[in-house]
């Protein structure tokens, strides 16, 4: 076999496109995706098949306009192992040397997937081996790392293991995102940091396990480091939400001769996402050389996707090896795309019997007394977001569920092609602005709240299959526009429904685009973080906010986006931040810059005492109920007694005696005590802890909040309830609780308790109580 393989090997130097790979147009690029090659790299011998798909990558570069190479993971078979290291840095190196872009991502041979870590991937394919590569250029770049801090905290340093790249090419700009294997939620939120600091540019998401040879995207995970994602949740946590990202590919998944899949989805903008598995590590010689790459062409909106072999020098022809791909390369004519509505937004639902409120589907309507939740709504999917039902018998089950969304629109006159894509089951009528615009899977005529669909897909297929209406023209107008929609079971027992929806538009501006209005800029801070706000300058649109610190790049964040923390500062130290708007033409304002300084880190707290011992306190011991209120800081307590802890009778000690003549079966069981304190700053205070004395049972309150009983039942407590103990004085335990932050406020403060009689004619009764906090020095 090894004389075999170097045999071929001499022969790259001539090996040419395959023969049905057309010649690329002028605009026309390629970009290629290396799948699994530990199957090379696990041993000696038949390595040079590694060599050959590199070397090749090399030798067609001119010809195929070859711009990049993504490597999808499990370089090596065993991430231990230093030679499989060795070959695989040596395979890929042709590419260095060659000056051809490329990245590497780990797949779960690359790392241990018991503690997430790899030094032999850290070693051989470290950052610095792309960002000092001789192909760095205007037009293409290694972009960073998960480590990097380049859009704010990363809170982890993962090396190479999660990174990007930037590439310009046929007039497209490109951003190549890579992940590690099934990436935790500090890999997806780093790479919704790098989308976000780059809105002009299309995505591709390579990552190693996405979909499986059956186009079913995984939920299996096997890492134990960490929360792993499946593939679902970067579906729905990444993929889904943001509308750049117009291709995913992967590889790991194989099963024999079985080693290609692909799906399109639509994001949540609607617009479809193509997902590519290939992984032919069970083929003969650790994968015969297969290789994929994808042909773009810019002109027709294709990308042609091939599958050839320099080891076999042949191609692979059948449906998932040869095909094309469409994708919208352009913006339509005159216009740019832009959406209204994303997918996954927050609406406020009903879903109750009965008939519908009137004008529910107006703009006037009121419907803050219904639910909210995010998309997607509804039950008996994985993907649900909201879950809407009733409880069982699926009889209870109303047949309509309600929806609506308000959509803040400027500039409505310049939107053409408005268009409004569903994902329902099982029936679905759609209304803007009070207008119908489309209904599907549902009878014609008045439609209500008991009408049945005419059809039961289930989730999965509405989703795969959504449903398009247009927006008549001058339906929206400027300002806040109503969308509402009801769904409509076919069955009450029907096992599941959702719904969600997609607005979108081609905006046609006719003036010249215009830079936004520097945004105002406030901070607030403490000695351990700045609080940056702002509000932008004027209404023009905006896709991004830069921000920086000391004249330096501290991030860049959404739009939408109006506040950010910075914790990366020192105590008592001057910084100066800048922001500046970057609108949806690229065009930037100029940057509105604040000074702040932090505030000294404090000291110390030190305790105080809010409540002395031996206070002086309001008191009664009378028959008859509570006086309504007595427990709150509101009670007028002018009419009772004043006297100081301790108070009682029966024992050594007592100050105030609280009793009555006798005979004792003239005892009143409790006697109410009220004392007010002042707490300038209750913020401020921690610690806050009660300590009172009393006998037989007790019951206190602090501004009419229960916050501690002893000795007294559960439930309500009134004047006449016997305590359920009867300690001696000398016996009776100190009742020591944390009071709750939230029961002190600034200013006046008052605490009320009761103590409560066993029996009438106990010998002895006593009353004390101290509050003590700590407090900010000074």
């Not at 000291?603 to 105080?608: L, M």
Request: a negative charge.
């Amino acid at each position: 076999m090894a004389a075999s393989i170097a045999a071929t090997a001499s022969l790259a130097a001539l090996m040419l496109v395959p023969a049905d790979t057309a010649v690329a147009a002028e605009d026309d690029f390629t970009i290629v995706v290396i799948p699994d090659t530990q199957g090379y790299t696990n041993t000696g011998g038949i390595d040079a098949i590694f060599d050959q798909q590199t070397q090749w990558i090399v030798d067609q570069r001119d010809q195929l306009d070859t711009r990049f190479a993504i490597h999808v993971g499990d370089l090596v078979e065993s991430w231990p192992n230093v030679n499989q290291w060795a070959r695989a840095s040596r395979s890929m190196a042709i590419l260095d040397a060659a000056g051809v872009p490329s990245s590497v991502l780990p797949g779960n041979h690359d790392l241990s997937i018991t503690t997430g870590e790899s030094s032999t991937y850290d070693t051989y394919f470290p950052p610095s081996r792309y960002s000092a590569a001789t192909w760095n250029s205007a037009s293409v770049r290694y972009g960073g790392y998960l480590g990097q801090n380049q859009f704010g905290p990363d809170g982890i340093d993962r090396k190479n293991k999660d990174n990007y790249a930037l590439l310009d090419a046929g007039g497209l700009k490109l951003l190549i995102v890579n992940l590690e294997f099934e990436s935790p939620a500090y890999s997806l939120a780093w790479a919704q940091r790098v989308i976000d600091a780059h809105p002009d540019r299309r995505v591709i998401l390579a990552t190693h396990g996405f979909i499986t040879t059956s186009g079913t995207r995984s939920n299996t995970v096997i890492r134990t480091d960490t929360t792993p994602k499946s593939a679902n949740d970067v579906w729905n946590e990444l993929v889904y939400r943001n509308c750049s990202i117009f291709m995913v590919v992967n590889g790991h998944w194989h099963d024999g001769e079985l080693s290609e899949a692909r799906r399109t989805d639509p994001n949540a903008c609607g617009r479809p996402v193509h997902q590519v598995l290939s992984d032919y590590q069970d083929r003969a010689n650790g994968g015969n050389g297969w290789l994929r790459y994808y042909t773009f062409h810019p002109a027709t909106d294709t990308i042609d996707a091939f599958t050839y072999s320099p080891y076999l020098q042949q191609m692979e022809n059948d449906a998932d090896s040869r095909f094309t791909l469409s994708y919208d390369m352009h913006a339509p004519a005159g216009g740019e795309p832009v959406t209204l509505l994303a997918g996954g937004s927050a609406w406020s639902w009903r879903y109750e019997a009965g008939a519908w409120p009137t004008g529910w589907n107006t703009e006037s309507f009121v419907d803050t007394a219904w639910a909210r939740g995010g998309a997607p709504l509804g039950r008996g999917s994985t993907s649900i977001v909201t879950v809407i039902d009733k409880p069982l018998p699926t009889t209870n089950r109303p047949i309509s569920m309600l929806f609506r969304h308000r959509v803040d629109i400027a500039r409505a006159g310049e939107l053409s092609d408005v268009r409004v894509i569903t994902r329902a089951d099982d029936g679905v009528v759609v209304h803007v602005n009070g207008v119908e615009i489309g209904r599907s899977r549902m009878p014609t005529g008045t439609v209500t709240s008991g009408t049945y669909a005419t059809a039961a897909p289930r989730t999965s297929v509405a989703t795969a299959t959504p449903t398009e209406f247009t927006v008549p023209a001058g339906l929206l107008h400027d300002g806040t526009n109503t969308i509402a929609a009801s769904t409509h079971l076919n069955y009450k027992g029907t096992t599941d429904a959702s719904f969600d929806l997609v607005m979108s538009a081609t905006r046609v501006q006719d003036t010249e685009p215009t830079a936004p209005a520097p945004p105002a800029l406030t901070a607030d801070s403490t000695h351990e973080d700045v609080t940056l706000s702002w509000t932008p300058g004027d209404a023009t649109p905006v896709q991004s906010w830069k921000i920086t610190k000391d004249g330096q790049p501290l991030g860049t964040v959404a739009g939408g986006t109006t506040t950010t923390v910075d914790t990366d500062v020192q105590p008592a130290t001057a910084y100066t931040y800048g922001v500046r708007a970057v609108g949806t033409t690229g065009l930037e304002s100029a940057e509105t810059r604040v000074e702040v300084s932090t505030d000294a880190a404090p000291s110390e707290p030190v305790p105080v005492v809010l409540l002395q011992p031996g206070s002086e306190w309001r008191w009664q011991y009378r028959t008859g109920s509570w006086q309504a209120g007595w427990t709150t800081a509101a009670f007028d307590d002018g009419a009772w007694n004043r006297g100081r802890a301790l108070f009682g009778f029966g024992t050594a000690g007592i100050v105030t005696t609280v009793d009555v003549p006798p005979p004792t079966s003239g005892r009143p069981l409790s006697a109410q005590f009220r004392h007010s304190f002042t707490v300038p700053d209750a913020d401020a205070l921690t610690g806050v802890t009660l300590t009172t004395r009393a006998d037989d049972g007790v019951i206190v309150f602090v501004n009419g909040v229960e916050v501690a009983r002893r000795n007294l039942p559960t439930g309500v407590i009134g004047a006449g309830s016997y305590a359920t103990a009867a300690p001696r004085t000398t016996a009776a335990p100190q009742v020591v609780v944390t009071i709750p932050a939230s029961a002190l406020r600034d200013g006046v403060n008052t605490v009320a308790a009761s103590v409560h009689l066993n029996y009438r004619a106990t010998p002895d009764m006593t009353f004390d109580a101290r509050i003590d906090a700590m407090a900010p020095p000074g």
